[in-house]
């Protein structure tokens, strides 16, 4: 190897460990509206919307620094959809509410372009893969008729169909992939460390248990995010 390669290497080591000392870690957390695929072409019916929430940490290593960064994170969040049939207001017929709302630990590996505006502030955008894993949630179905009001409720039920249990022999319709994958987009600013960011989340895989048809994008995770957190 020549002096030349010897020195660029060490140069190209140098600008690396730099980055990695300005690498910072911070709490995020926000809203989320979530629904779940009902349509081929991967759509929506947005009536069908479930309001819930996500919490978490990220951290921030530059990989070009002040421009772009490489921002994994591990957040607890919460998706789902409703369903409803039936007229609410006619005692006369029956109406029902479907609610599932399954929660998932997700682990979000974004790299985030940003573009300074002023001091210490900047717009950003950032576009990357995300990793989930099922470990709680309900399935909750409220009736009425004649003016009675039922309600039942139950937990969700998780098969172990992870990447690491492909055989998996706990599988029906009547439970949930525990593992979830897909993408992810976002948008927001930077300003003295405070990030307010908006973020859509695709699913690639469908949730429910022993469902890989596919044709379609059918029954498959969508979930949009309002944000707000801090970098140390």
Do not use: C
């Amino acid at each position: 190897m020549t002096k030349k390669k010897i020195i660029l290497s060490f140069a190209a080591l140098a600008i690396s460990f730099g980055a990695m000392s300005q690498a910072r870690v911070g709490v995020k957390g926000g809203w989320n509206l979530s629904s779940i695929s009902v349509n081929s072409d991967g759509s929506v019916d947005k009536d069908k919307s479930l309001s819930g929430f996500n919490i978490g940490v990220i951290a921030d290593f530059p990989l070009v620094p002040s421009i772009l960064s490489f921002q994994p994170g591990v957040f607890y969040t919460t998706k789902g959809s409703k369903l409803t049939s039936g007229d609410p207001n006619n005692s006369a017929s029956v109406y029902r509410k479907y609610t599932t709302s399954p929660s998932y630990i997700e682990i979000p590996l974004n790299f985030v372009g940003k573009i300074p505006i002023g001091e210490d502030t900047r717009l950003f955008a950032g576009i990357g893969p995300y990793f989930a894993f099922g470990v709680a949630g309900k399935n909750k179905v409220i009736s009425s008729l004649g003016g009675v009001t039922t309600t039942t409720e139950t937990n969700i039920k998780w098969d172990d169909d992870t990447p690491f249990n492909s055989g998996d022999a706990n599988q029906g319709y009547d439970k949930y992939k525990r593992f979830d994958y897909g993408g992810n987009l976002m948008a927001g600013v930077e300003t003295h460390g405070l990030i307010l960011s908006a973020q859509y989340g695709l699913g690639l895989a469908k949730i429910n248990s022993g469902s890989d048809n596919g044709s379609n994008d059918k029954n498959k995770n969508r979930t949009f995010s309002l944000s707000a957190g801090f970098l140390f």
